[in-house]
């Protein structure tokens, strides 16, 4: 059974970076497309970005239209980073890593049944 563990969240003041780390141990990791949500008080769980399998040239990758060009998501074998540049105040939130055992490399949180505990982004402007 993979269980997955977010690190890297803190305050940072806008513009800043920061690199989450979304580790997992046990099962299947890198067969299982992985995304990263976000959620932030009062509001539902938002998709930020997901990355397939890996296909030899480091996995298939899509963005929130929010995150594109300022995030980067990327993996190895058993990690899954998500890199964060220029952030904006809006992007506090807790973050979420979140796997498919079921292979689906999708948007929406649903497709995902394996989540980590999140770990919280605080962006000062």
């Known amino acids: 059974q993979v269980q997955l563990v977010e690190s890297g969240g803190g305050l940072v003041q806008a513009g800043g970076s920061l690199r989450l780390s979304c580790a997992a141990s046990g099962g299947a990791f890198s067969q299982y497309p992985v995304a990263w949500f976000r959620q932030s008080a009062g509001k539902g769980r938002d998709f930020v970005a997901a990355?397939?399998?890996?296909?030899?040239?480091?996995?298939y990758k899509m963005y929130a239209d929010s995150a594109a060009g300022r995030f980067t998501i990327s993996r190895d074998d058993t990690e899954v980073f998500l890199q964060m540049n220029s952030l904006k105040p809006e992007d506090t939130a807790s973050y979420y890593c979140?796997?498919?055992?079921?292979?689906?490399?999708?948007?929406?949180?649903?497709?995902?049944?394996?989540w980590g505990q999140g770990t919280q982004v605080t962006v000062s402007s």
């Open positions: 990355i397939s399998w890996s296909n030899g040239y480091g996995g």
């Open positions: 979140a796997a498919s055992r079921r292979g689906l490399y999708s948007r929406q949180p649903d497709d995902y049944d394996i």
